[in-house]
C-alpha cells in the first residue's frame, strides 16, 4: 500500500518523534497504572460487605485520598512478575502508594532462577520508583512481613507465600490480621483449599467486579466449606496519561496513520479488534469465525461496505502453542489471509486503539473478572463488543456503549450479525463510541481508583488495629 500523506505541518521526523513519545508514554501508563484508577461500583459507591464507603472529590488540584499512606510499611506479595495483568495491576498500586510517600517492599514468589528479560526490566521500573524488591523468603523479607502495617497478597495463589519459610509459616496467624487478597480470577481450578485456607480469617478480600465477587462467596461456601472475610468491590480504570493519548487529535491521527500503514491497510477501511493474550478462554477462534460469518454476511447481502479486517493482538508465535496453529490454519483454509493480521503481545495498546474501529472482547466462560481493555478502548471511543458474561457486563450498556452477544459457539452467529450492524451503521457506531467515552469519565477516572482504594485500605488497616489493640 502507498505510504500516506503526512497531516500539514509535520515532517517525518516529527512524526516518528512524537510516535516514539506517544508508545514510550503508553508503555509507562501500562505498567504504571495498569489498574488504571477507577474502582467503582455500578452504582458509583463501593460495596463493603453492609458498608457503602462514598466517592470522594476528585484528584487534581485537591491531595491525595491516599495521603494517610505516608510513611506506613507496605509488603506487596505477587504470584509472578510478567506481562500479565495481575502482576501490572499490583505494580500499579505499588505506585501509587510511593507517590504519597508509603515505604513499599515486594516479593516475588515464582521469581525464574535466572532473571530473564521481563523479569529484569520490570523490577528495574520497580526499584527506579523506589519499591524495594525483596527475596521471596529468609530474614529480610519475614521481617518486612512481621512489621508491615499492611500485606496485599495478589492473585488467589498467592497465599502459598506464606507456606515457603519456616519463620513465616510459624507467624501466620500475626500476619493475616493485616492482609488484603486482592483476587482477579473466576476460573474453577483456583478453588483449591491449599491455595485459599487461609481467607477467611485475612481482614478483607477485594475483587475486581460484582459478578466475580459474588461467584467467590458462592463457590467458597458450597465447594470448600469456608466463608468469605469483608469483601470490598472494586472497578478497575484508566489512568491520566493513557487519558491524554485518548483525548489527544493529532496524537490518535499519527498513531492510527502509522498503525495502519504497517499492517496494510487503508485509512477507510474497518478495523475490529481483539487484544488480549492468545488463549482458548479468550474467544480469538470463536471470533474468528463470527468475522468470518460477517465478511460472508457482506458479500451475501451485496452491502457496499469498505473492506473489514481483523486485528488479532497478543499473540506469540515464539510459544508455538496448538491453539495458534489452529488460528491461523483456520485463517488460511478460509482464505481470509488479507483480512485477518496478527499481532505479538505487547504492552503498547494505545496505537492499536487508535488504529481500529470496534473493540470485541470475547472473553468466554464466566468472562472476564473486569477486563480493563474494555474501558481503555471507551476511552479511544471505541464501541465494545463483548460477551455478555463477567465484568464486561459491569462495564459495558448493551444498546448503549456496544452490544453483547451469549458465550459459546452459540454467540458466533450473533457476534458476526453485531460485526455487520457497527459496520453498516456509521452514525450508531460513533454514538456508542462517544456514549463509553462518557461513561469512562463518569466513573473509570483515576481520582475513582484514588478515593475507592483509600476506602478499602482505611477499613483493612483499621480492622488491623482493633485486632492488634484486643
Not at 476528585?58 to 491525595?64: D, R
Not at 469519565?441 to 475507592?452: D, P, T
Given at each position: 500500500m502507498a505510504k500516506q500523506q503526512h497531516s500539514a505541518g509535520w515532517g517525518a521526523s516529527q512524526k516518528r518523534w512524537?510516535?516514539?513519545?506517544?508508545?514510550?508514554?503508553?508503555?509507562?501508563?501500562?505498567?504504571?497504572?495498569?489498574?488504571?484508577?477507577?474502582?467503582?461500583?455500578?452504582?458509583?459507591?463501593?460495596?463493603?460487605?453492609?458498608?457503602?464507603?462514598?466517592?470522594?472529590?476528585?484528584?487534581?488540584?485537591?491531595?491525595?485520598?491516599?495521603?494517610?499512606?505516608?510513611?506506613?510499611?507496605?509488603?506487596?506479595?505477587?504470584h509472578e512478575l510478567s506481562l500479565s495483568g495481575g502482576p501490572l495491576l499490583l505494580m500499579e498500586l505499588a505506585f501509587l502508594l510511593r507517590s504519597v510517600g508509603t515505604e513499599v517492599c515486594w516479593v516475588t514468589i515464582q521469581r525464574p532462577v535466572h532473571s530473564d528479560e521481563v523479569t529484569y526490566s520490570l523490577e528495574n521500573k520497580m526499584l527506579d520508583r523506589g519499591v524495594q524488591v525483596l527475596s521471596e523468603k529468609g530474614q529480610e523479607s519475614t521481617n518486612i512481613a512481621l512489621k508491615a502495617d499492611l500485606i496485599v497478597l495478589n492473585t488467589a495463589v498467592a497465599g502459598k507465600w506464606m507456606e515457603l519459610d519456616a519463620t513465616l509459616k510459624e507467624n501466620v496467624p500475626h500476619l493475616l490480621p493485616k492482609v488484603l487478597w486482592w483476587i482477579h480470577e473466576m476460573r474453577g481450578h483456583y478453588f483449591k483449599l491449599d491455595y485459599v485456607k487461609h481467607l477467611p480469617a485475612v481482614a478483607g478480600a477485594m475483587i475486581d467486579s460484582h459478578v466475580t465477587a459474588e461467584y467467590w462467596k458462592n463457590r467458597t461456601r458450597e465447594r470448600l466449606g469456608i466463608k468469605m472475610p469483608e469483601t470490598f468491590v472494586v472497578h478497575l480504570g484508566n489512568s491520566k496519561e493513557l487519558m491524554e493519548v485518548a483525548e489527544d487529535t493529532v496524537a490518535k491521527r499519527v498513531l492510527r496513520e502509522h498503525v495502519r500503514e504497517s499492517l496494510g491497510v487503508r485509512s477507510e477501511d474497518l478495523l475490529f479488534a481483539i487484544i488480549n493474550s492468545v488463549s482458548r478462554g479468550k474467544g480469538q477462534d470463536l471470533f474468528l469465525r463470527s468475522f468470518y460469518e460477517s465478511v460472508k454476511l457482506v458479500q451475501e447481502k451485496k452491502l457496499q461496505l469498505p473492506k473489514m479486517h481483523a486485528v488479532v493482538v497478543g499473540s506469540d508465535m515464539t510459544a508455538h502453542t496448538k491453539f495458534e496453529s489452529e488460528l491461523r490454519n483456520f485463517v488460511k483454509m478460509k482464505k481470509i489471509e488479507d483480512r485477518v493480521h496478527f499481532v505479538n503481545k505487547t504492552l503498547t495498546v494505545a496505537p492499536y486503539l487508535a488504529a481500529i474501529d470496534v473493540l470485541v472482547q470475547n472473553s468466554q466462560a464466566r468472562g472476564e473478572c473486569f477486563g480493563r481493555i474494555t474501558i481503555e478502548a471507551m476511552a479511544f471511543q471505541l464501541p465494545v463488543l463483548g460477551t455478555a458474561a463477567g465484568g464486561t457486563t459491569e462495564i459495558v450498556v448493551n444498546g448503549t456503549t456496544g452490544l453483547l452477544h451469549p458465550v459459546g459457539k452459540e454467540g458466533v452467529t450473533p457476534l458476526a450479525k453485531n460485526i455487520v450492524k457497527l459496520a453498516t451503521h456509521v452514525e450508531r457506531r460513533l454514538t456508542m463510541g462517544k456514549r463509553?467515552?462518557?461513561?469512562?469519565?463518569?466513573?473509570?477516572?483515576?481520582?475513582?481508583?484514588?478515593?475507592?482504594?483509600?476506602?478499602?485500605?482505611?477499613a483493612v488497616l483499621q480492622k488491623s488495629k482493633s485486632h492488634s489493640d484486643a
Open positions: 512524537l510516535l516514539a513519545f506517544l508508545v514510550m508514554l503508553s508503555v509507562s501508563t501500562l505498567i504504571a497504572f495498569f489498574i488504571r484508577a477507577a474502582f467503582d461500583s455500578c452504582d458509583r459507591n463501593l460495596d463493603v460487605v453492609g458498608k457503602r464507603v462514598p466517592l470522594g472529590s476528585p484528584i487534581g488540584t485537591n491531595p491525595s485520598p491516599l495521603t494517610f499512606m505516608k510513611s506506613k510499611l507496605v509488603l506487596l506479595v505477587s463509553g467515552y462518557e461513561r469512562v469519565k463518569e466513573r473509570f477516572l483515576e481520582h475513582h481508583m484514588a478515593n475507592r482504594v483509600s476506602g478499602v485500605l482505611k
